[in-house]
């Protein structure tokens, strides 16, 4: 990534600059084969397993890469804003988390025990290190992704049609909530007007982790499919 500040300058908007950069990673997302199979309903029980226990151990570290960038926002008017966006969406993804955890039938014996694979692993230590080392502006680019692109993945699977008896409907229709959309374009506007104050070396910064946040997101969801764990 060479942080070309080319695309921000033409639109003067940064976060339609940041999609635009990753359109292609966006259309391999959409072809990815766990949200297909969830989409229609034929995922199979041991992928999704694999997947919801690793977002649980996600979460747990998400939810602290929001509190640090909370902390370092410029003034208490964004403080509260932006923890309003994030309390929505985690509040969104624990309920749903807990009817799943049930309905899969893993205990929360079965949480705890449950290692991080290696995207997991390596997806979560970039946030937090981006989060705790990285101005706030940066920060907030580098969490923006696991927003903006599981609203877009939700808006466009619920808009097809619903597949009956589909077992992972509540996991569209989480994703696809208007409450779950308005915690990330709340997050979508105050990462534009962090932007809007950031030197031009700062912009070039922001646009890189977005971008590698967002091939994060791939690379978790294929992990999935595959049932990543450690080689050796």
């Not at 907030?140 to 939700?154: K, N, R, T």
């Not at 070039?204 to 091939?215: C, I, K, L, N, T």
Request: net charge negative.
């Amino acid at each position: 990534m060479d942080g070309s500040l080319q695309n921000i300058e033409i639109t003067g908007n940064f976060t339609a600059a940041a999609w635009d950069r990753i359109k292609p990673l966006m259309a391999e997302i959409e072809r990815l084969p766990l949200l297909e199979r969830l989409s229609d309903g034929t995922l199979p029980p041991e992928v999704f397993r694999h997947y919801i226990l690793q977002d649980a151990i996600y979460l747990k570290h998400y939810a602290r890469c929001l509190a640090i960038v909370a902390a370092k926002a410029p003034d208490n008017a964004q403080v509260l804003r932006f923890l309003g966006s994030a309390q929505k969406a985690i509040t969104v993804e624990q309920g749903l988390h807990a009817g799943f955890l049930s309905q899969f039938g893993i205990s929360s014996a079965d949480v705890t025990a449950a290692e991080p694979s290696p995207s997991c692993f390596a997806y979560t230590n970039f946030l937090l290190a981006t989060a705790y080392h990285r101005s706030y502006a940066v920060a907030l680019s580098a969490i923006l992704p696991c927003f903006w692109i599981y609203m877009h993945v939700g808006e466009g699977i619920k808009g097809r049609p619903a597949i009956e008896g589909n077992v992972y409907q509540a996991w569209i229709n989480t994703y696809g909530d208007p409450q779950f959309a308005a915690g990330a374009r709340e997050v979508i506007a105050l990462t534009d007007i962090a932007a809007r104050a950031a030197s031009e070396t700062e912009r070039a910064e922001m646009m890189d982790v977005f971008v590698r946040a967002s091939q994060y997101e791939w690379m978790f969801w294929d992990s999935a499919w595959r049932l990543e764990s450690w080689p050796v």
